[in-house]
């Protein structure tokens, strides 16, 4: 049995992933999106942005700026590495999800510890999501979730879902877990066939929900409970579906003047 299935199951669940693998479909199937590949990299920029801000940097107004020279500059200049490092991560992330996760972390962590799951309990938890799993449990966590990548054959918003809120909650590194877990949504949505044109920005969905609602769900989803884990799958789905219906935002901001 699929270890999903009480979530494919679920009447809530299905009808939120639903409602947004259509709006993907309904991108890829999109004339004026699938012929301007001046999008894609300007997708990637926005994403990086609203994942970097979901951190507390500022979302600039003109996404294709470049970050300033501060604190929450260097963090925008890292979404921007992680975001864009991660379309180039399928054919790895298919096989080995870990060595992907340490790749992303890279570009977060420039000490000794880069690509290291943390060996204490210290994290920077910039949504305030709570205590982490205790380090000692990081290695059995992560090998279920791959485990869980293998074998499931649910839709690619619904692992992608469980996926982001087990990095989330796991909080493997020091720093930097949750910008790697809005990127692993966006993998999965691409190395599953789902975000075909690479345009799909649920980092921007999550930031037009707001990071309160945002960070309220993965802590319902740290419950464990049924309506927790549905709760959390809602808003992940809700996000996919700004994020693949905001083309018309790119689309202003690709025509506009330097």
């Known amino acids: 049995m699929d270890p999903l299935q009480h979530l494919v199951d679920n009447e809530q669940v299905a009808k939120t992933t639903s409602a947004?693998?259509?709006?993907?479909?309904?991108?890829?199937?999109?004339?004026?999106?699938?012929?301007?590949?001046?999008?894609i990299p300007l997708s990637r920029r926005v994403s990086s942005y609203a994942s970097a801000a979901l951190e507390g940097a500022a979302m600039p107004a003109d996404p294709r700026q470049?970050?300033?020279?501060?604190p929450m500059g260097q963090l925008s200049q890292a979404a921007l590495a992680i975001t864009a490092e991660a379309d180039f991560q399928l054919a790895t992330f298919q096989k080995t999800p870990l060595h992907t996760w340490a790749r992303l972390h890279s570009f977060v962590e420039n000490s000794e510890n880069r690509g290291r799951p943390r060996t204490t309990n210290e994290v920077v938890d910039p949504l305030h999501i709570?205590?982490?799993?205790?380090?000692?449990?990081i290695e059995s966590r992560l090998t279920s979730l791959v485990d869980l990548l293998d074998e499931s054959k649910a839709s690619a918003v619904l692992v992608a879902a469980i996926a982001h809120a087990e990095i989330a909650s796991i909080a493997p590194f020091n720093r930097g877990s949750q910008l790697i877990a809005r990127a692993t949504t966006r993998?999965?949505?691409?190395?599953?066939?789902?975000?075909?044109?690479?345009?799909?920005?649920?980092?921007?969905?999550f930031y037009k929900i707001g990071r309160n609602a945002?960070?309220?769900?993965?802590?319902?989803?740290?419950?464990?409970?049924?309506?927790?884990?549905?709760?959390?799958?809602?808003?992940?789905?809700?996000?996919?579906?700004?994020?693949?219906?905001?083309t018309d935002f790119l689309i202003a901001l690709s025509?506009?003047?330097?």
């Open 66 to 70: 470049d970050p300033e020279d501060s």
């Open 20 to 39: 947004a693998l259509k709006a993907v479909d309904e991108l890829n199937w999109n004339r004026s999106v699938r012929n301007n590949p001046e999008l």
């Open 130 to 137: 709570g205590q982490p799993l205790d380090y000692k449990q």
């Open 187 to 205: 993998i999965i949505l691409q190395s599953r066939g789902v975000d075909q044109l690479k345009l799909v920005m649920p980092e921007y969905g």
């Open 255 to 258: 025509t506009q003047a330097e």
């Open 214 to 246: 945002y960070a309220k769900a993965l802590i319902s989803y740290q419950t464990g409970t049924l309506s927790g884990v549905a709760d959390w799958i809602e808003l992940h789905s809700q996000a996919i579906h700004i994020g693949a219906t905001s």
